[in-house]
């Protein structure tokens, strides 16, 4: 099922974020990541939650500021950024991938993303 992330946009450090990851045309895997590419550098996984058991993951550059939730009735996963950073600008996309607590996997099949910025 295609995933289609919106949301991003250009903030000021300490400023707030609400990205979205809707699935197209079909329903949501369980287990969906957020990942985030930032210039120069490989593609990272911030995110992740397994919809059926609610677990989720968190890597340790977002914990505490982004909360990943699901709205099962609308097909979507939210991820709240907090207190962003500079270091958080980024694409940031939305995969299906196995999520459990101690980790999530990665994805080769990544759609366009959605830009976050974060500058004074």
């Known amino acids: 099922v295609p995933l289609v992330e919106s949301g991003g946009g250009l903030v000021q450090p300490g400023d707030s974020l609400k990205l979205s990851c809707a699935a197209s045309g079909g329903t949501l895997p369980y287990g969906i990541g957020w990942f985030r590419r930032a210039p120069g550098k490989e593609r990272e996984g911030v995110s992740c939650i397994n919809r059926a058991s609610r677990m989720t993951f968190y890597d340790d550059s977002v914990k505490g500021r982004f909360t990943i939730s699901v709205d099962n009735a609308k097909n979507t996963v939210f991820l709240q950024m907090n207190s962003l950073k500079p270091e958080d600008t980024a694409v940031y996309y939305c995969?299906?991938?196995?999520?459990?607590?101690?980790?999530?996997?990665?994805?080769?099949?990544w759609g366009q993303g959605t830009q976050v910025t974060v500058s004074s």
């Open positions: 995969a299906a991938v196995p999520c459990d607590v101690q980790g999530m996997g990665t994805s080769q099949d």
